[in-house]
Nanobody, 121 residues
Framework: QVHLVESGGGLVHAGASLTLSCAAS????????LGWFRQAPGREREFVAI????????LYADSAKGRFTISRDNGKSTVYLQMLSVKPEDTGVYYC??????????????WGQGTQVTVSS
């Protein structure tokens, strides 16, 4: 069983920076790839980024490339999403998730409760 808890969301203005955190714990947590998803009101949940088991590799959605950075601190079992130059369209609930595999289209087995990010214009 893996437990994921997101934090760091809030209300920010467009152009600001925000860093989200996800504390991960559980059996063999460092054997899981960890990813970030987001869901805007009335829209489907969408992939944002994923980092590998070691944190050495990462993949991003096109909307996140160049602005967001995913990183992982295996010692603290924490994954981060650094968000730069946020836009109103970045608004949504951000979730972290754990997968037994690394890639753009993989099965995610565990999900956090989400943290709200609201970007005002």
């Amino acid at each position: 069983q893996v437990h994921l808890v997101e934090s760091g969301g809030g209300l920010v203005h467009a152009g600001a920076s925000l860093t989200l955190s996800c504390a991960a714990s559980g059996y063999e947590i460092n054997s899981y790839a960890l990813g970030w998803f987001r869901q805007a009101p009335g829209r489907e949940r969408e992939f944002v980024a994923i980092t590998s088991f070691s944190g050495a590799r990462s993949l991003y959605a096109d909307s996140a490339k160049g602005r967001f950075t995913i990183s992982r601190d295996n010692g603290k079992s924490t994954v981060y999403l650094q968000m730069l130059s946020v836009k109103p369209e970045d608004t949504g609930v951000y979730y972290c998730a754990a997968s037994r595999n690394y890639g753009l289209s993989v099965q995610y087995d565990y999900w956090g409760q989400g943290t709200q990010v609201t970007v005002s214009s």
